[in-house]
């Protein structure tokens, strides 16, 4: 399966949410063995919304809506292994402190590997997992999600996967 999202202000707005919002839903499911997130750009933004009780898996931050540490943190706690990868940027600050101390309070700090690029040249923007890999032109920010015009790509069919797990892990480790 492929499916594109072309996004400006105007169109598409809300279908990056959704898409990452069904993505990480079906992490807590069942958890991928490692998932790769890279973003030059990061924030701890709002992800999914457990107002209503939908995720019980999610009930110990309490009725509201989940951010993407959050959600990292419970996929760790679940035994999945998270590589995020960006940028030494003063913007990601913020998300790299709040998703090490969150690791340290569950205890899957062994599970949580933050990785920076010294050099300041990623550019990559990628999300994979098992069985999907999306890739595009917006990071993980505000921002990106809902305002700049973006465009991203989902891709599911095994190849494709494949390859975007073995190249996510050899530029920045994890598991296969």
């Known amino acids: 399966m492929n499916r594109v999202i072309r996004k400006s202000r105007a169109q598409s707005a809300s279908e990056a949410l959704d898409l990452l919002g069904a993505l990480f839903t079906a992490e807590l499911l069942a958890p991928s063995k490692c998932i790769w997130l890279v973003s030059p750009w990061i924030s701890d933004i709002e992800i999914l919304d457990n107002v209503a009780g939908t995720y019980p898996v999610l009930d110990h931050y309490g009725k509201r809506v989940v951010r993407l540490s959050e959600v990292l943190g419970t996929l760790a706690a679940d035994g999945a292994r998270i590589v995020v990868a960006t940028t030494l940027d003063a913007h990601n600050d913020a998300f790299t402190r709040r998703m090490g101390m969150l690791s340290r309070d569950l205890r899957v700090e062994h ?55 073995m190249d996510a892990y050899d530029r920045f480790g994890g598991v296969l």
Request: proline share 2%; net charge negative.
């Open 111 to 165: 599970l949580v590997d933050i990785r920076t690029d010294p050099s300041g040249r990623l550019h990559t923007k990628a999300l994979t997992g098992d069985g999907y890999a999306l890739a595009g032109s917006m990071n993980i920010t505000y921002n990106g999600v809902f305002i700049r015009e973006e465009q991203i790509e989902l891709r599911t069919d095994e190849e494709y996967v494949v390859q975007a797990r």
